[in-house]
């Protein structure tokens, strides 16, 4: 791959179950990823064991990362960390990215506004688009239920097109904008924090973007964890991205309102 931009696939697994193998081979399988570094913030020992024969299989080709669970963005950021490769793909273990999809990331990159964060199609096993991959900015009535955020029932793109958010299940970045911005805030455990990196990079000038072209399958919630700890994660990470870009008094006041508010609206949504 000498005289190409090297892509690098970042993929950060917690008890994910079989789903983390279609996501490694197909990764292994696109001639567009040089890399993939796998960030194992907690699976079984007979996962751990897979991951060491996979890791073996790639003939350097592929890195593992045993961590302490500091979560998905924190782990994202020690994974970009050990590679040099100039773009970065950011999957979930329980995506399988289709095949040439990053290359059709790639394509909508260039050119684009730096900081520039680019997202791909993110599709469920009955073939339609999931809800996230598109996104206007999050707004307070937005998280409340009261005005729009996804657009996945929006007629699709012919092509390209600038976005307020994209989903961090599924994107791709130049390195030297996932430095820029610092990458992910690691005040956030779990959840939000793709909308705040979307959100920083169209504060600083940059450009976000989704690209139809490009598509992964997403099984969606694989990893064991209990609903109860992700509702109350999303809205403790909610609240911390409401209360970071709040402009003014006035709006920092109608946050702190808000906020009780977001975990009840979250729950009967469910």
């Given at each position: ?5 090297q892509t690098a696939a970042l993929v950060v697994t ?96 260039e050119g684009a506004a730096a900081p520039a964060i ?69 005040g956030y455990f779990l959840h939000v924090e793709d ?76």
């Amino acid at each position: 791959m000498s005289g190409r931009a090297q892509t690098a696939a970042l993929v950060v697994t917690y008890h994910t179950g079989p789903r983390l193998i279609e996501c490694l081979y197909a990764l292994k399988a696109d001639p567009e990823i040089s890399e993939i570094v796998i960030a194992d913030n907690g699976n079984p020992p007979e996962v751990q064991a897979w991951l060491e024969g996979f890791i073996t299989g790639c003939a350097g080709q592929a890195k593992l990362l045993r961590l302490d669970n500091p979560g998905f963005g924190a782990a994202v950021n020690r994974a970009a960390r050990e590679t040099a490769a100039e773009r970065l793909l950011v999957i979930n273990p329980d995506c399988v990215i289709r095949r040439g999809s990053a290359g059709q990331l790639a394509a909508a990159l260039e050119g684009a506004a730096a900081p520039a964060i680019v997202g791909g199609r993110i599709f469920g096993i009955d073939g339609r688009e999931q809800r996230g991959a598109r996104r206007n900015t999050l707004t307070l009535m937005a998280a409340l239920g009261l005005s729009r955020w996804t657009l996945e029932n929006e007629p699709p793109p012919s092509g390209p097109v600038a976005v307020g958010a994209i989903s961090g299940a599924f994107f791709l970045m130049r390195r030297a904008d996932f430095e820029q911005l610092g990458g992910f805030d690691e005040g956030y455990f779990l959840h939000v924090e793709d909308v705040d990196l979307c959100r920083r990079a169209t504060e600083a000038g940059g450009s976000v973007i989704y690209q139809p072209a490009a598509g992964a399958l997403h099984y969606t919630s694989t990893s064991d964890v209990p609903s109860a700890f992700v509702q109350a994660q999303k809205a403790r990470s909610l609240a911390r991205y409401f209360r970071k870009f709040a402009k003014g008094p006035l709006e920092r006041g109608m946050v702190e309102l808000a906020v009780p508010f977001i975990g009840l609206a979250l729950r009967l949504r469910s």
